[in-house]
């Protein structure tokens, strides 16, 4: 905990390499959005040479399908999903360039590997705040797979979304770690 | 015998979508409170803050405290004496989803095939409806917008009766420590034990919305296992979001059935700590 680490996207080695597991990070600039489909689809436009929707070189994917704005707003309520789901997917895009991914909950080895190799972060959203977490939202635009709804990818401009990091390039990992500190005697 | 209106369930349910998904019910919001105060984790605070400000927004508002609106679970109770008018129920119930999700801005996540479209019905559709028929001339509904995160976070084990309740402890521990952070802890968490294959899910699932929260189970023997299981998880270390803490769950619920000789089904259902129900008797 202690000082906030403000960053500002898209995101260099230099700046993953300054993370550890732990840190409170606030993010501004142009986030994406993409979750269960949109994997899905990445990965059949990737096996068959295809482009991605957006360059994801330097850039953070949010887990995310929002709710819909209310009329003056530019977002609905919006936090991340469970991040396993995207697991399967998720070494294939930091080896792409991805430098980051936004979303809850632990990752398996292959993608804590990636984040190692790559340089590159996992960040934790807190779950179930995501009417506090839309307050940091500026615009949002749907650029992609429009038919998947709530799933569609979006462009959306963040200042200062709070995350916290789940998993550094150094291997780290806040979940182990938790355990570590706060495990009682009983199992 | 009592007749209601089946338009007057669909604007009940209109309601009951709205307010659910803006307002999380009080023994819920004080579980939270007082859970609050036993955290030790800097980072676990800082969870629990943000929890306490996200209510207040979604409150003030009108927005959902979760993006993830839930599927539509309803848990319906008929009185015998009932006669439903001037409609289908299940219709009426889908149409107050449709109108409520549509109305409050709330997020629709059903999609219509579970495999291969995996296209979004648009609307929420179908609520996923459970109906039992009670004594009396009134219509209890319950309400539980569930979140995809902690209901993927679910297990369904046919032990023996050897196993006893040291098996099912280690199960539930065991299961609740791998779940780690993904259901979105503090969380609530449900066990069902007896019945059959499809009977202890249900059981599962109505112990996870058993009210008001942390009421025990009303055997001595069972509510002892249930504050040992409490404990036990607490004492895991996962803390709030997983991040390490000393607040996992906020109360272990089981519900039991009596059972076949040879059986000892055991269902475990966690619910979020955005833990969203709403009553309505008709």
Known sequence: MGEKIHLQTPLSNEDTKRLKVGDSVLLSGIIYTGRDMVHRRFMETIQKGGDLPFDVKGQVLFYVGPAPARPGYPIGSCGPTTSYRMDKFTPMLYEKGLRGTIGKGKRNQAVRDAIKRYQGAYFVATGGVAALLCKSIKSAKIIAYEDLAAEAVRELVVDNFPVTVGNDCYGGDIFEEGIKRFGGTSK | ?282
């Open chain 2, 1 to 282: 015998m009592r007749e209601i209106d089946a338009h007057k369930i669909k604007e009940i349910v209109t309601q009951l979508c709205m307010d659910a998904n803006y307002c999380l019910p009080p023994d819920v919001g004080n579980a939270l409170k007082n859970a609050q105060k036993h955290e030790k984790s800097m980072v676990g605070k800082t969870v629990f803050a943000e929890i306490s400000t996200n209510q207040h927004i979604a409150q003030e508002e009108k927005l959902p405290l979760c993006q993830d609106c839930g599927t539509s679970v309803f848990l319906l109770d008929i009185g015998q004496d009932v006669h439903i008018t001037g409609g289908d129920l299940s219709e009426s119930i889908n149409e107050g989803v449709k109108k409520g999700y549509r109305e409050g801005y709330l997020r629709k996540s059903m999609v219509y095939d579970p495999v291969f479209t995996r296209a979004n019905t648009g609307d929420n559709t179908p609520a996923v409806i459970h109906t039992e028929i009670v004594p009396g001339n009134k219509i209890k509904i319950v309400f539980c917008p569930k979140g995809g995160g902690c209901e993927n976070m679910s297990a369904l084990k046919m032990m023996t009766p050897a196993d006893g309740i040291e098996g099912i402890k280690n199960f539930v521990v065991d299961f609740v420590k791998n779940a780690s952070g993904n259901p979105c802890p503090p969380t609530i968490i449900g066990v069902g034990i007896g019945g059959t294959f499809e009977k202890v899910a249900f059981l599962a699932k109505k112990a996870v919305l058993r009210t008001p929260l942390g009421t025990s189970h009303p055997d001595k023997r069972y509510a002892q296992v249930e504050r040992e299981l409490l404990d036990e998880i607490n004492n895991l270390g996962i803390g709030p979001m997983g991040f390490g803490g000393k607040i996992t769950a906020l109360a272990v619920h089981i519900e039991t059935h009596p059972v076949h000789l040879a059986m000892m089904p055991v269902a475990i259902n966690m619910n979020c700590h955005v833990a969203r129900q709403r009553t309505v008797i008709i």
